[in-house]
């Protein structure tokens, strides 16, 4: 077999989500974290709620999933769920003002920044990359879409996380540090922005461990809710 039929072998396939209420799908073609956005997960964490500009990480666009039942990740004892509002951006945008940045966004999700907390650990402690602790597979659930005109007054929302039912995270989107189109512009100011992007805001406090068996639910109010189980 030649080089060029051994790449035919591998055909390549965008992730995709579905958009409430379209038959139409969102095309993921990048996915951007902003990490400690919420002052109480800040201090948790071991860090100063500070307005220091925000920094970010990123994910696999194919991180994401909508299953509903997932295999408990590898080479991990202390996996973390961190529940997320997830923007979802529609167009192209760079060194956008905060202003400017309220029009390229698209809609809204909410997610999981799934964590292999073990393996950060480590990555934090020898100053090495976060990537096998955030960017394995199956990393990132994320809800369907919810287009933002059919979203009314988002800052007011409650974001919470359920495991088997008992309340771990809970907080206000007006909660966090920097504000939605706040983290829109810093993050445009280093990178150009695209549809396609997804933004994951930070998540509040109340990060712990969860275990085979275990079940999530994540709820975002007025955007959705995401339940899935691991075994």
């Given amino acids: ?71 408990f990740p590898s080479q991990t004892d202390n996996l973390h769920p961190e529940v997320e509002l997830v923007v979802a951006i529609g167009a192209k ?22 964590t292999r907390r073990d393996i950060q650990a480590i990555a934090k402690k020898t100053g090495r990359p976060w990537s096998l602790a955030k960017g394995f597979d199956e990393s990132c659930p994320i809800s369907s879409i919810r287009q933002k005109s059919d979203v009314p007054n988002i800052a007011n929302s409650e974001i919470t996380l359920k495991v088997n039912g008992e309340t771990r995270q809970s907080g206000k989107i007006s909660d966090m540090i920097w504000s939605i189109p706040e983290i829109i512009s810093y993050l445009s100011k280093s990178v150009t922005l695209s549809a396609g992007d997804l933004i994951m ?19 975002c109010e007025n955007i959705g809710t995401l339940t899935l189980f691991y075994q």
């Fill in 201 to 219: 805001t930070g998540t509040p406090a109340g990060v712990s461990r969860i275990v085979s068996g275990d079940k999530l639910e994540a709820c």
């Fill in 93 to 114: 945008g760079t060194n956008l003002t905060p202003a400017d940045a309220e029009h390229i966004i698209y809609g809204y999700a909410v997610g999981l920044d799934m």
């Fill in 1 to 71: 077999m030649s080089v060029q039929d051994k790449r035919l072998a591998f055909p390549l396939s965008v992730p995709t989500l579905p958009i409430e209420g379209h038959t139409e799908l969102f095309p993921v073609r990048r996915i951007w974290c902003v990490g400690q956005n919420y002052a109480a997960h800040s201090r948790e964490m071991g860090s100063n709620p500070d307005r220091d500009p925000p920094f970010f990480f990123s994910k696999p666009a194919d991180a994401v999933t909508q299953a509903e039942t997932l295999a």
